[in-house]
T-cell receptor
Framework: GDSVTQMEGPVTLSEEAFLTINCTYT??????LFWYVQYPGEGLQLLLK?????DKGSNKGFEATYRKETTSFHLEKGSVQVSDSAVYFC???????????FGTGTQLKVEL | KAGVTQTPRYLIKTRGQQVTLSCSPI?????VSWYQQTPGQGLQFLFE???????NKGNFPGRFSGRQFSNSRSEMNVSTLELGDSALYLC??????????????FGQGTRLTVV
């Protein structure tokens, strides 16, 4: 079945540091890929998405490129802020419908 | 535009009881999906309803069931509660038209504690 593997957390960075959160996937067919963010006490918010190979999703300074050859969708941000502290989930969908398969989540803590 | 509303936000139940959670999707959205979030298992898909029909189902026991009404509001029910059912239950709504993925908007969740 489909699966998503993301790097273990927590990740602790200083403000303005570079962020990379690794995500790889296994899927039948051609999945669409997503990054969601969850702030404390909240539901999930879509951060960015990519629907085909070589697509780059971007939002709020975050970027991720759909790499079919390495089955990866790593999240990056050039300069993190304290307000980026949250849990980040990589996810995919294959086929029709809205069944999202999530990774385990990576907690990010940004300190001053 | 109002977001996805889940009620109640918090719930405490005793083992063996049953519980019903409610989700009101964004107006105009016809697809509602449910997920269980636990520290050990992460986010797991329960089921999806589209136009009152279950379109997808995850690997959960039959104690977990759901339904969708004609106004797209959805309920999920868990019978014979077990301690392991303690979790955050998240609902997501999307337009979900034509069987294709459209962006899912999540509610804040219902925190269920089974004692």
């Amino acid at each position: 079945g489909d699966s998503v593997t993301q790097m273990e957390g927590p990740v602790t960075l200083s403000e303005e540091a570079f962020l990379t959160i690794n995500c790889t996937y296994t899927a039948t067919g051609y999945p669409s890929l997503f990054w969601y963010v969850q702030y404390p006490g909240e539901g999930l918010q879509l951060l960015l998405k990519a629907t085909k190979a070589d697509d780059k999703g971007s939002n709020k300074g975050f970027e991720a490129t759909y790499r079919k050859e390495t089955t990866s969708f790593h999240l990056e941000k050039g300069s993190v802020q304290v307000s980026d502290s949250a849990v980040y989930f990589c996810a995919l969908i294959t086929g029709g419908g809205n069944k999202l398969t999530f990774g385990t989540g990576t907690q990010l803590k940004v300190e001053l | 535009k109002a977001g996805v509303t889940q009620t109640p936000r918090y719930l405490i139940k005793t083992r063996g009881q049953q519980v019903t959670l409610s989700c009101s999707p964004i107006s105009g959205h016809r697809s509602v999906s449910w997920y269980q979030q636990t520290p050990g298992q992460g986010l797991q898909f329960l089921f999806e309803y589209f136009s009152e029909t279950q379109r997808n189902k995850g690997n959960f026991p039959g104690r977990f069931s759901g339904r969708q009404f004609s106004n797209s509001r959805s309920e999920m029910n868990v019978s014979t509660l077990e301690l392991g059912d303690s979790a955050l239950y998240l609902c997501a709504s999307s337009q979900g038209t034509g069987g294709l993925y459209t962006e899912a908007f999540f509610g804040q969740g219902t925190r269920l504690t089974v004692v």
